[in-house]
T-cell receptor, first 111, second 113 residues
Framework: GEDVEQSLFLSVREGDSSVINCTYT??????LYWYKQEPGAGLQLLTY?????DMKQDQRLTVLLNKKDKHLSLRIADTQTGDSAIYFC???????????FGAGTRLAVHP | KAGVTQTPRYLIKTRGQQVTLSCSPI?????VSWYQQTPGQGLQFLFE???????NKGNFPGRFSGRQFSNSRSEMNVSTLELGDSALYLC????????????FGPGTRLTVL
């Protein structure tokens, strides 16, 4: 079945760039997604990339997709304390609207 | 447009009881999916409904069930609660269009004592 892996923790200084990485096994998902979860909250859809694209930029967010290596990354420019959260990558696998999530990367932003 | 709403937000039950959670999707969305989030297992897909029909189901026991109404609102039910059912239950709605963005509600935090 589908497997999505992420590193569990990332610590960055405020103002630096953050890069969160994800690898996946099932390449059938037409789109790949990044979600953000703040404490006590649901999942917020941040951005997504079409599987035929290599890169997508959306304000401070840049998504890179390496289809050959099945590697997805999310870069957050000028990281702020408000970016502290857990970030999940996800793709569809196994039928209608079934999202498979990574374990999530906890991003800590310090002054 | 209002987002996905879930009620109740918090619930405390005891083992053996049953519980019903509700999800109202974004207006115009006909697909509703449910997920369970726990520290140990992460986010796991429960089931998906579209136009009152279950189209997809995850690997959960039959104690977990759901339904969808004609207005696209959905409920999920867990019978004979176990301690391990304590989790954040999230629902997501989508238009089921080309990029199929899934929008999540705030979740229902269920605690089983």
């Amino acid at each position: 079945g589908e497997d999505v892996e992420q590193s569990l923790f990332l610590s960055v200084r405020e103002g630096d760039s953050s890069v969160i990485n994800c690898t996946y096994t099932d390449s059938s998902s037409t789109y790949l997604y990044w979600y953000k979860q703040e404490p006590g909250a649901g999942l917020q859809l941040l951005t997504y990339i079409f599987s035929n694209m290599d890169m997508k930029q959306d304000q401070r967010l840049t998504v890179l997709l390496n289809k050959k290596d099945k590697h997805l990354s999310l870069r957050i420019a000028d990281t702020q304390t408000g970016d502290s959260a857990i970030y999940f990558c996800a793709g569809f696998s196994g039928g209608y609207n079934k999202l498979i999530f990574g374990a999530g990367t906890r991003l800590a932003v310090h002054p | 447009k209002a987002g996905v709403t879930q009620t109740p937000r918090y619930l405390i039950k005891t083992r053996g009881q049953q519980v019903t959670l509700s999800c109202s999707p974004i207006s115009g969305h006909r697909s509703v999916s449910w997920y369970q989030q726990t520290p140990g297992q992460g986010l796991q897909f429960l089931f998906e409904y579209f136009s009152e029909t279950q189209r997809n189901k995850g690997n959960f026991p039959g104690r977990f069930s759901g339904r969808q109404f004609s207005n696209s609102r959905s409920e999920m039910n867990v019978s004979t609660l176990e301690l391990g059912d304590s989790a954040l239950y999230l629902c997501a709605s989508s238009f089921d269009g080309p990029n199929n963005e899934q929008f999540f509600g705030p979740g229902t935090r269920l605690t089983v004592l």
